[in-house]
């Protein structure tokens, strides 16, 4: 599509405000076309709102937000809490705690309840709190609820609310069905098209070429220095072992191969291994005749064939493993016939056996010391795991001891490295593209969660092992402003060209309201670096090419009204889209029936998710919600961060 889009998915906060345009897609299906609360009675400035007669902690906004951070930076590590909140995951945080406490409430009001039993044998149920047997363990229970911030009552409360929710709304929302008319709308807009143009007034044609002055630089990266926030850095020591790195002596003693020669005699022992061709015939008299006439000059093979049976060839195995494929008296026979002779016919399970020796592996017994280099290699192996097993276990020992990483690796001669500053997805910060060493990136998720110099040991792939500890924490906050003064100052220019452009935009609509083309309104402009590109789309071809990331222009364009022209703003003052749509049409959707089905199966998840909502709006509306604004606006500033909002 239209080039100037990619743009808008470079920068960071791109792919979440595309996220947040479907959502507006999805509004423009049902709508075809495209209030706050304030505080009143909530007193003290430790709340964040009274849900009916139910306080909401505010220190609970923090533990959520922190919690839903860490969720998204599973595919985002180096996201930072400021962005987060600028991209409106902080007013979603809120929401779902006041409308989590809202449902609760309001169940609690009409006799629901969730038991301290009930509530146990939930809690019980879960993987992530039993230990190594399966079963629950208190200890693992402990340690997760304290790594995810919260008190054991708190998360009680919450899976209490949770269960009760599932009273209240498991039977209103389960497998909802979407009625065939309003199917049949959504279904028609699939096989909608539509003609129009998107053009881009770039800030760049209308930014100053003159530099700021200092006291407007400074002003400007004052109110926008959450662009320029940088994730957080740790900067890590560590040292990476295995058995060969560790002094360890591992030659095993004369004494110590000699048990081992005794223990095993019966490997080093000479030995005797026979191969055989054999069929099975069901009596002994045929048996004999058989081998008689084998034995007479007949190959076995033909024998075998003419009397209706098939010959096959065992592989060279001993008596015991010939014994248990056979029968005992077979194997018996066969270790006493000679080298390409018959061997006595023997009874097995399914008959009796017919079989011709072919070849015999004979292994002579080793001494003692032509067994040692075998057997020296195996002791030094098995002593050497042993070793580094056990030393390892000191080594973890001493550093759960408060033992620091730099003696450990001294006492056991390790070589300790330390990182550059390094981001949470592994690469190092400044350098795009340079990545830790193997063994460290394994290790990296819990070096992010730990204290500065608080070593742990931790097995690698390899069998090696890494002794990691954090040197130095470099928080997430924007840098000063000599640090990025070149970019600032581009920022700067490309929003005064911004305030330029949105001008340009309006100028430009006004025309094409007015009756004018879009491609001379803006030829009227006389600027260079205009881009318009001509769109004629079916929106299924739009959901099919754009894979979910769908520019919000063509969202845009998507959710107007035929002949109208609208104005949208670019991300981090790239500048302003004018998206035209000029012509609106359908294809019939009788032609294509199957898809009024489609629909209704697509949108049945997304009926429940409605169905939910629409049922905590009205238990809000009767429970009443007043939220501590005052209290909110400070919690905001403080995970944005405070130099953020100087």
Do not use: C, H
Request: aromatic share 6%.
């Amino acid at each position: 599509m239209i080039s100037f889009f990619r743009r808008f998915f470079a920068s960071k906060v791109g792919l979440p405000l595309v996220l947040a345009f479907l959502a507006l897609i999805a509004v423009a299906f049902a709508a075809g076309d495209l209030s706050s609360t304030n505080f009143t009675g909530v007193s003290g400035g430790d709340k964040l709102a009274v849900v009916g007669r139910r306080d909401i902690p505010l220190s609970e906004v923090q533990v959520s937000a922190n919690t839903e951070l860490r969720n998204i930076r599973q595919q985002n590590p180096t996201l930072t809490m400021p962005e987060f909140v600028a991209q409106g995951g902080l007013d979603a945080v809120i929401k779902q705690l006041i409308d989590r406490y809202t449902v609760g409430e309001y169940g609690q009001k009409y006799g629901l309840r969730a038991g301290e039993n009930l509530v146990n044998s939930e809690i019980l149920k879960i993987p992530a709190f039993q230990g190594a047997t399966g079963a629950f363990d208190q200890k693992v229970y402990e340690a997760a609820l304290q790594n995810a911030g919260l008190s054991p009552q708190t998360f009680r409360r919450d899976l209490e609310d949770g269960l009760i929710e599932q009273q209240l709304l498991r039977s209103a929302v389960v497998a909802p069905q979407l009625p065939e008319k309003i199917a049949r709308q959504y279904a028609a807009l699939v096989l909608e098209k539509r003609k129009g143009a998107i053009a881009l007034i770039p800030s760049s044609a209308f930014a100053p070429t003159a530099n700021p002055s200092e006291a407007q630089l400074a002003a400007w990266y004052k109110d926008n220095r959450t662009q320029f926030i940088r994730p957080e850095r740790r900067t890590l020591r560590f040292a990476v072992f295995g058995g060969d790195s560790l002094k360890i002596n591992a030659t095993p003693t004369p004494a110590e191969i000699a048990a081992r020669y005794k223990r095993d005699a019966a490997l080093y022992a000479a030995s005797e291994k026979r191969s055989v061709t054999t069929f099975v015939v069901p009596t002994q008299d045929a048996a004999k005749s058989l081998a008689a006439r084998i034995a007479s000059g007949t190959p076995i093979e033909t024998a075998a064939r003419e009397a209706g049976f098939t010959a096959t060839k065992l592989e060279a195995q001993d008596r015991e493993t010939m014994a248990g494929a056979t029968s005992f008296a077979f194997a018996q026979n066969a270790f006493k016939a000679a080298k390409g002779g018959m061997i006595e016919p023997a009874q097995g399970t399914l008959g009796w056996y017919v079989a011709r020796l072919d070849s015999i592996e004979a292994t002579p017994a080793r001494s003692l010391a032509q067994a040692t280099p075998e057997i020296t290699e195996a002791l030094t192996a098995e002593k050497k795991a042993a070793a580094t097993a056990d030393r390892v276990a000191e080594i973890e020992n001493e550093i759960d001891g408060g033992t620091a990483l730099a003696e450990v690796a001294k006492a056991n001669g390790l070589t300790v490295e330390t990182t550059p500053s390094l981001l949470a997805n592994g690469q190092v910060f400044g350098e795009a593209g340079k990545q830790i060493v193997p063994q460290l990136a394994q290790v990296l998720q819990t070096a992010f969660q730990m204290d500065e110099s608080k070593p742990q040991l931790a097995p690698v792939e390899g069998g090696q092992f890494v002794i990691f500890e954090v040197a130095k924490i470099e928080e997430a906050a924007a840098p000063a402003l000599a640090q990025v003064r070149d970019d600032a100052i581009a920022g700067w220019k490309r929003a005064q060209g911004a305030i330029l452009a949105k001008q340009a935009t309006d100028r430009i609509i006004a025309k094409v309201r007015a009756g004018t083309s879009l491609e001379a309104a803006l030829a009227a402009e006389n600027k260079p670096g205009f881009e318009r590109e001509v769109i004629d789309l079916e929106r299924r071809q739009l959901l099919a090419q754009q894979r979910g990331r769908i520019a919000p222009p063509l969202v845009l364009l998507f959710s107007m009204a035929e002949g109208t022209t609208k104005s949208l703003e670019g991300p981090r003052d790239l500048g302003w889209y004018i998206v035209n749509l000029e012509d609106i049409s359908t294809l019939p959707l009788d032609k294509e029936p199957q898809l009024i089905a489609q629909t209704r199966q697509q949108l049945a998840a997304s009926l429940a998710s409605e169905y939910r909502q629409q049922a905590v709006a009205a238990m809000r509306k009767e429970l009443g919600v007043t939220r501590n604004e005052a209290g909110i606006a400070t919690v905001r500033k403080q995970l944005a961060g405070d130099a953020a909002q100087q």
